[in-house]
């Protein structure tokens, strides 16, 4: 039979991607016959030359009844592979999740490995640039290259203190020190200062560019102000602790309503009881928070063997997880999710940097543009040569500028968009008194529920069993 007879018994579509070709019957026709060889030539016929199924095509042939009524897959192509972005593989150990205290037994945690100082050495490599992988084309069953997209390049994120090489390959530490990372993922090395004692009038407020260590509690009224981190091995009452980097405390803080503990990044610490406390990324807590005011850019964990949270306002812009939340008493706890206030004022002060920074280079672009004509007229002086080359590096540094934020924009807005991961989950039990808010909608909670979160979902604020 000719690829001629064969198109008044049986046709071909093509997926819309291209990546595969499906034949099927006009009609059932009781004598139908045919070989492979005759299928294999009517495809390529109809421009399918690439994946054809040989099998497939064997099995027409020999029992075509048993495809009259269903469309068959006779080729497939292949898909595009996208190619894998860069990374920065940081040699020295940063992961702060993976030295969480351990839990003992009796709900207590031991902090002993918390105050462990990532030291390095001046000229010790500490990240490495991993390159990004080309992606793999595909092939369409019409033979047409399919192509793909490449993986994107890794930056360093150069905080102070640091070195990188010509080649953007690796990143040195320019200091002996302490390496830390900053808001957006800045990576620091910044000197270590250690108190042997508490912070009180003894020591004084103290006000560092690098990591403070202090081994002893911060009693109220003091201040201590870190470039990097801080670690505290004791507890802290109503004193201002302020970290660009993240905030350890082995103890826990009692505030009585003073002062506050704020971080770049992390706080960790076992319990807080009437205290400010407010983190770039998550709040981390063993024991409990009771009766104060939180406020996380990613999450609220309570994960200890108490992880109560009962009283006071709750804010996380991802996720709040405890095992308790509020008491039997109805005491009143808010529990706020899906709310990124800083993040919304850093939105409105990227975007007013991006226009004057378009106007700088707009600026400098005109004036390069009139030095440029006077070069060619032959009329730059000494002096208009040096003015040309100072505006064709302010010129560069605006644009790595905008660029930069550029990225924080979008990262940011992505940010806020993502309202689908937000959710409170309760391990244990929530009590009555309890008020749930995911962005302008909220719930009360008026009777004991367990083992429950809630996420936003339908246009209400939806209670769901946490398996």
Request: glycine share 10%.
């Amino acid at each position: 039979m000719e690829p001629s007879d064969l198109e008044s018994l049986i046709g071909v579509t093509i997926s819309p991607n291209n990546l595969s070709a499906a034949l099927y019957f006009h009609k059932a026709v009781d004598d139908f016959r045919c070989t492979a060889e005759q299928l294999d030539e009517y495809l390529r016929s109809r421009g399918i030359v690439f994946g054809i199924r040989r099998d497939v095509l064997e099995g027409i042939a020999r029992n075509p009844k048993a495809y009259f009524y269903s469309q068959t897959v006779v080729a497939a192509g292949q898909p595009p592979i996208e190619g894998k972005d860069g990374a920065i593989r940081l040699v020295v150990d940063l992961d702060e999740d993976e030295r969480r205290p351990v839990e003992l037994e009796d709900g207590t945690v031991d902090f002993k490995e918390l105050t462990k100082i990532r030291n390095v050495k001046k000229g010790q490599l500490i990240a490495e640039r991993v390159p990004a992988e080309p992606g793999i084309p595909g092939k369409a069953v019409n033979g047409e290259v399919l192509p793909a997209k490449n993986g994107k390049e890794a930056r360093f994120r150069v905080g102070k203190n640091v070195l990188v090489n010509a080649e953007q390959t690796a990143m040195y530490a320019a200091i002996d020190g302490m390496v830390t990372k900053t808001e957006r993922e800045r990576i620091n090395v910044f000197p270590v200062y250690e108190v042997n004692g508490d912070v009180d009038y003894k020591t004084g407020n103290i006000d560092f560019v690098g990591t403070v260590v202090i081994r002893g509690n911060v009693l109220t009224g003091f201040r201590v102000k870190a470039g990097g981190d801080i670690r505290i091995v004791g507890g802290v009452e109503g004193a201002e602790i302020e970290a660009e980097g993240s905030v350890e405390i082995t103890g826990g803080i009692m505030a009585g309503n003073k002062g506050a503990v704020k971080a770049g990044r992390n706080v960790r610490c076992s319990f807080i009881q009437d205290g400010n406390v407010f983190a770039g990324e998550d709040i981390i807590v063993s024991q409990s928070i009771m009766h104060s005011n939180i406020r996380a850019a990613r999450s609220v964990i309570c994960y200890g063997a108490k992880g109560l949270i009962v009283g006071g306002s709750i804010q996380a812009g991802e996720k709040v997880r405890a095992r308790t939340i509020g008491n039997t008493l109805s005491t009143a706890t808010t529990i706020e999710v899906g709310v990124a206030p800083e993040l919304r004022y850093e939105l409105n002060q990227l975007r007013t940097q991006q226009r004057q920074q378009s106007e700088n280079l707009d600026k400098t672009n005109k004036a390069l543009a009139l030095l440029d004509q006077m070069a060619a007229a032959g009329q730059l002086t000494g002096e208009k040569l040096l003015m040309r080359s100072k505006l064709a590096t302010t010129k560069r540094q605006t644009m790595e500028e905008i660029e930069i934020v550029k990225e924080r924009i979008l990262e940011i807005e992505k940010l806020l968009e993502d309202t689908e991961n937000a959710r409170v989950e309760v391990i244990n039990t929530i009590y009555g008194g309890t008020k749930i808010v995911i962005g302008r909608y909220t719930r009360f909670v008026k009777e004991p529920c367990s083992r429950v979160y809630f996420k936003f979902a339908d246009g209400e604020i939806t209670m769901l069993p946490l398996y």
